[in-house]
């Protein structure tokens, strides 16, 4: 994932959709979001991936050799999960009451007890640099997606025995599951793999057509439907099944993170030069403007709360790492 910051944008957004598509802009209901609060979580380091775990209420922070726990409430730390070097994402097991983090220097996931946040153990990744990371609770999987070694390594979460490894033929970024196909983003490459998350093989190539330098993914499973955000100020959908590219709209400049609220049917994109894009979702193909909701500059990676939807984006104000929440 990518530090760099550039000058604030305001999308001028429009409907964007392949030609075929009718302007529906005009019936998406009115869409208000605004910064909430800020909290200052002390001086500023290397951060990447936040998570939230929905049970606990606790946001999970990644802050280079550490992960910060936060009361995603209150925004008071509550913990810390150690000895994480280079650590880029964060994963929860709920049913196995499990955490995991992909650490990128160390080429390795620590594994910790969600209740406790006590350290378990630490499995090695055979990939190089474990940058994204995914639980998929139908089949109990484990995976990193690794980015120098361009490939995605598997384990069986339960035991962390290692299970395979994938070559993908590029840069792996953000990826999802929705219980029998893993996809992820692949960056250098503009376009997303889809995998058997069986047989752990890969089954296609998918190209995004219109899109440069994909991360963030997101995904809707009632409508099998796939949200790229790309670095030409794009957010590109695709169609799960066909790997068919449906819908594009026009977003913020420099986006990196990606979450689908199918409570709202609302995406999200946050955005580098200081803002967040949501998205209307009309049906599945069809997409309102995005409205674009000023941030913090930096603010490029995001957490989600389904429960309140709020949304937590990290940065840095004056050598102070800072926490914005924005919610409706």
């Not at 992820?184 to 503009?190: A, K, L, P």
């Not at 967040?276 to 603010?299: F, I, M, N």
Request: charged share 20%.
């Amino acid at each position: 994932m990518k530090t760099v910051l550039i000058k604030p944008f305001l999308a001028a957004a429009v409907l964007a959709c392949l030609p075929s598509a009718v302007p529906l802009a005009a019936a998406a209901e009115p869409i208000h979001y605004a910064v909430q609060q800020r909290w200052d979580l002390g001086p500023a380091t290397r951060w990447d991936y936040l998570a939230l775990d929905p049970q606990r209420k606790r946001l999970f922070v990644t802050r280079g050799d550490r992960v910060q726990v936060l009361d995603a409430g209150t925004g008071k730390p509550v913990g810390n999960i150690p000895g994480t070097a280079g650590v880029h994402g964060v994963a929860f097991a709920p049913d196995l009451k499990l955490g995991f983090t992909s650490n990128g220097r160390a080429n390795s996931v620590t594994v910790f007890d969600l209740d406790t946040m006590q350290v378990k153990r630490e499995l090695p990744v055979k990939g190089a640099n474990p940058d994204a990371i995914l639980y998929d609770p139908a089949t109990r999987k484990l995976y990193t997606f690794n980015g120098k070694s361009q490939d995605v390594s598997v384990f069986d979460a339960a035991s962390g025995k290692p299970l395979a490894t994938i070559a993908v033929g590029g840069k792996p970024e953000f990826a999802v599951a929705d219980g029998k196909r893993v996809y992820v983003n692949i960056e250098d490459r503009n376009e997303i793999v889809a995998i058997d998350a069986g047989t752990d093989r890969v089954l296609a190539h998918w190209p995004l057509a219109g899109c440069e330098e994909p991360s963030g993914l997101a995904l809707d499973t009632a409508h099998a439907r796939l949200f790229s955000v790309c670095a030409n100020r794009t957010m590109t959908v695709t169609d799960s099944a066909s790997g068919k590219v449906v819908a594009r709209v026009a977003i913020g400049d420099h986006p990196d993170a990606a979450y689908y609220d199918a409570g709202s049917a609302n995406v999200f994109s946050s955005n580098g030069a200081g803002t967040l894009s949501v998205v209307r979702q009309l049906d599945a193909d069809h997409y309102a403007a995005a409205v674009e909701v000023p941030t913090l500059k930096g603010a490029r990676t995001m957490a989600f709360d389904p429960a309140n939807r709020k949304v937590f984006l990290p940065t840095a104000v004056d050598k102070t790492f800072t926490m914005v929440v924005v919610g409706p």
